[in-house]
């Protein structure tokens, strides 16, 4: 059957951490939630249309001899999806491109304001320039500051320079996908010599997939010398991550720089619009287009410090740091193991709503270049 012949009612099985599933897939038929990490083909026998995120590896295994016409992953990242082999069976897939993009984006300022680091005079470095490395790179250039960008399919990039010039940068930011193959892979691209490049009081901060960094020679340079600061979101072998290299670095987060609630909701969305178009039904109309009441916010500070304390109001980094290494408390001394608890983090993880939904309500000491640089953080 192609995905043409699939016509609601359907039957849906869905990653039960997708939010907005009622909202945007109610009206197609019954949806089954079941866990994502350990989702079985036995459960997909029934299913038309197979809903996950970037924990379910979706492969010949799992849905083969299933009726499953169409997968969607509410993500960014497409690494666990064998897209070949679901083109070769004729099942449709889509993913949510830069669903998340901007939740990352301030995830990586409010990053550098919870270290306390004013970026302004500080040159940046991103590696990967899609969704979210190109967001990225366009705020930072709104705001005047120097930036250098390795990705290999984007050479005629203006700010295009080598691996090597990336690495040298006072910030680099890791934004690429999980690629082993072709002739430009990203497993393990940052190794030890890569490593080695990063000058002394540098900050590194990894959101793109884990595995782009060797992470036993990063947990061997910090242990050597722990030369620049080194901010971790993503990690090998998620969700069994290496605890020695959770307390090596500076902040650890749970891969949850996408996870603002916005992020969330807009990759469902997308996934709901990428279904319409697979089994051509016409479009959905909005669930819910109501916006959140602006929240206000206020400062009596001026120029960095303002900015700082305004963003991290919003949203701290710390905070997720300090859940991170509670669960690893409690992974060492109480038995429950690390996989358990970072899952639980990232399933129970607060709603995080994005800066356009916050107000610049009171900051009588701020002047206007300072404004204007909130402004184009995304606070007005
Ligand atoms: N931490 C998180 O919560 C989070 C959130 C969103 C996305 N991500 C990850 O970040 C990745 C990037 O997101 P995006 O929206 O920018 O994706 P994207 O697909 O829009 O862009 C990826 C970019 O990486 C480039 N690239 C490919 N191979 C590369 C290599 N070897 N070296 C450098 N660049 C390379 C591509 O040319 C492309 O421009 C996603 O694939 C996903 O894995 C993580
Ligand atoms: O690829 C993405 O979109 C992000 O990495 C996303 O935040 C992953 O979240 P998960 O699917 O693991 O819940």
Redesign the pocket.
């Known amino acids: 059957m192609t995905t043409s012949q699939v016509a609601p009612p359907l039957n849906i099985v869905a990653d039960e951490n997708i939010p907005g599933l009622d909202q945007w897939f109610g009206d197609l038929g019954s949806i089954t939630r079941v866990p994502g990490r350990t989702l079985t083909r036995e459960q997909l026998m029934n299913a038309d249309v197979l809903l996950v995120r970037s924990v379910t590896e979706v492969n010949e295994a799992l849905v083969a001899r299933t009726p499953v016409r169409f997968v969607g992953s509410c993500t960014?990242?497409t690494?666990h999806l064998d897209t070949d082999w679901l083109e070769s069976q004729g099942v449709a897939w889509s993913a949510a491109?830069?669903c998340?993009?901007n939740s990352?984006v301030e995830y990586v300022f409010c990053t550098l304001a919870a270290l306390d680091i004013d970026w302004r005079g500080r040159s940046f470095g991103i590696?990967?320039?899609?969704?979210?490395?190109g967001s990225l790179q366009r705020k930072l250039r709104a705001l005047g500051i120097d930036c250098k960008i390795?990705?290999?399919?984007?050479t005629d990039n203006p700010d295009s320079a080598s691996l090597e010039a990336v690495l040298a940068q006072d910030v680099i930011c890791q934004?690429?996908?999980?690629?082993k193959a072709g002739p430009?892979?990203?497993l393990h691209?940052l190794n030890a010599t890569a490593l080695e490049r990063i000058r002394p009081g540098a900050v590194l901060i990894s959101?793109?997939?884990g595995a782009v960094i060797d992470n036993r020679a990063l947990l061997a340079l910090r242990k050597r010398e722990p030369r620049f600061t080194t901010v971790l979101?993503?990690w090998e072998n998620e969700p069994d991550i290496d605890l020695n290299l959770l307390q090596a670095v500076d902040l650890g987060s749970p891969?949850?720089?996408?996870?603002s609630h916005d992020g969330k909701l807009t990759g469902t969305r997308m996934v709901r619009e990428a279904l319409d178009r697979a089994l051509e039904l016409p479009a959905a109309e909005p669930a819910d287009a109501s916006q959140a009441p602006q929240a206000p916010l206020s400062t009596e500070l001026s120029g960095f410090a303002a900015i700082r304390d305004l963003l991290l109001a919003m949203y701290n980094p710390r905070e997720d740091d300090a859940r991170l290494r509670a669960a690893a408390s409690e992974a060492e001394n109480d038995g429950v193991p690390m996989k358990v608890a970072f899952d639980r983090l990232r399933k129970q993880y607060p709603k995080r709503l994005e800066f356009p939904h916050y107000q610049l309500a009171q900051a009588p000491n701020l002047d206007d270049a300072t404004r204007q640089q909130l402004a184009i953080l995304g606070l007005k």
């Open positions: 960014i990242g690494d491109p830069g998340n993009a990352v590696v990967g320039c899609g969704n979210v490395g390795y990705d290999p399919w984007k934004h690429a996908p999980l690629v430009h892979p990203s691209m959101a793109g997939r979101d993503v891969h949850i720089a996408g996870y």
